[in-house]
């Protein structure tokens, strides 16, 4: 049975994450420098595939499109029929089917990676749309974790902006918490903050940067393209996990003290 307490436990782990994020590794901020470098150095082919994911990501936002996952096996992983009873599961259930998933999620991006890494330019312009379509799939199964339905606009704008807090600075970790803590009731609101999917799009390239150019290196690339997918699916799954997480959190608590 989960008390107000543990739950407000749970709350300050996840502030505490929140205020980690604040700051970045000296790694990042390097990896932020030498973007005319990297445009100079990156084919015409790859600049084209970004462009086609500015299309994309705002078909999914609007319908879904081809990113959309089915829910039917998370909920089988969490023993129930459907998406409505999972709010009532515990913390401990959603965490621990989420912390599979992620895994999962995780080797499989390291793989891909390693795959991707083998014929260096070439294959990066496939490496990108598919880590991007990766990082969604992952954040949707992470909602419906912790009973939220990817199927809904609001929720796949939530997505959208957990994928932009992941490859942020630290202003922008900032102000993307700040819309978010507000998300439930001015969901419209933090829409129209995107500014077009422009802008969620270069954080997604800023995220990229110059990690990427090593995969440019054949051979070399699969051990760069591994590691570097790893992290990034690990990056964004840690997120939505913590975000997802702090919702479910916030309105278990209302429903405890609206009962008390």
């Known amino acids: ?13 996840i502030t505490r994450w929140e205020q980690d994020q604040k700051d970045l ?6 990896g932020r420098l030498p973007f005319k470098v ?19 990501l705002g078909s999914y936002i609007q319908s879904g499109g081809q990113y959309l996952v089915k829910e039917e096996k998370i909920l089988e992983r969490l023993g ?6 999972v709010a009532q599961l515990p ?48 954040l949707q199964e ?16 939530f997505i959208v902006k957990c994928l932009q807090f992941a490859s942020s600075d630290i202003v922008g970790k900032k102000a993307i918490l700040d819309q978010l803590t507000s998300f439930s009731n001015h969901h419209q609101q933090v829409f129209s903050q995107l500014q077009g999917w422009r802008e969620v799009m270069m954080t997604f390239r800023d995220q990229y940067g110059w990690k990427k150019l090593f995969q440019f290196v054949p051979i070399v690339g699969i051990v760069f393209g591994a590691m570097f997918n790893k992290a990034f699916i690990e990056d964004i799954a840690e997120t939505g996990k913590m ?11 209302s429903q405890l003290e609206a009962g008390a």
């Open 91 to 138: 913390l401990a259930t959603m965490d621990r089917v989420c912390d599979e998933l992620i895994d999962a999620r995780v080797t499989f991006a390291q793989i891909q990676g390693a795959t991707t890494g083998v014929g260096g330019a070439l294959t990066l312009a496939i490496d990108i749309p598919a880590l991007l379509g990766l990082a969604l799939k992952t």
């Open 142 to 157: 992470i909602a419906i974790v912790y009973g939220y339905n990817p199927k809904e606009k609001k929720e796949r704008i």
């Open 1 to 13: 049975m989960e008390t107000s307490q543990t739950l407000k436990q749970e709350l300050q782990t």
């Open 38 to 56: 990297l445009d100079k150095l990156t084919p015409n082919f790859v600049h084209k595939k970004v462009g086609q994911l500015l299309d994309e």
């Open 243 to 253: 975000l997802y997480r702090k919702r479910r959190i916030l309105e278990k608590l």
């Open 25 to 30: 590794w000296f790694w990042e901020k390097l």
């Open 80 to 85: 129930v029929p459907s998406l409505e009873q």
